[in-house]
Nanobody
Framework: QVHLVESGGGLVQPGGSLRLSCAAS????????MGWYRQAPGKQRELVAI???????NYADSVKGRFTISRDNAKNTVYLQMNSLKPEDTAVYYC??????????????WGQGTQVTVSS
């Protein structure tokens, strides 16, 4: 069994910064990719950023230049540094990971979500 535990959400003023963390634990053979998605009220869940085990990254156009995703492979942890936050970044942020629990068996896992609110 695999668990993803997120932390770091909260309330911040426009222009401020937050750092989200997500740690994976459990029966992990290897982690292929980790990433962050978000869902605002009344909207579909969307990709924010993703990083592979090799360090390749991909960002939503709306966050390029403001958000940075990174990972610590030794700690099975992914981070999302969010700068210059805007009210439209307000959403529940979900950690996602593609994990092999044994060779060749990849599964998709989600965290419980953490609220990010950008408001003055």
């Amino acid at each position: 069994q695999v668990h993803l535990v997120e932390s770091g959400g909260g309330l911040v003023q426009p222009g401020g910064s937050l750092r989200l963390s997500c740690a994976a634990s459990g029966s992990i053979f290897s982690i292929y990719a980790m990433g962050w998605y978000r869902q605002a009220p009344g909207k579909q869940r969307e990709l924010v950023a993703i990083i592979t085990s090799g360090g390749s990254t991909n960002y939503a156009d709306s966050v390029k230049g403001r958000f940075t995703i990174s990972r610590d492979n030794a700690k099975n942890t992914v981070y999302l540094q969010m700068n210059s936050l805007k009210p439209e970044d307000t959403a529940v942020y979900y950690c996602n990971a593609v994990i092999a629990v044994r060779p060749g068996q990849l599964n998709n896992y989600w965290g419980q979500g953490t609220q990010v609110t950008v408001s003055s």
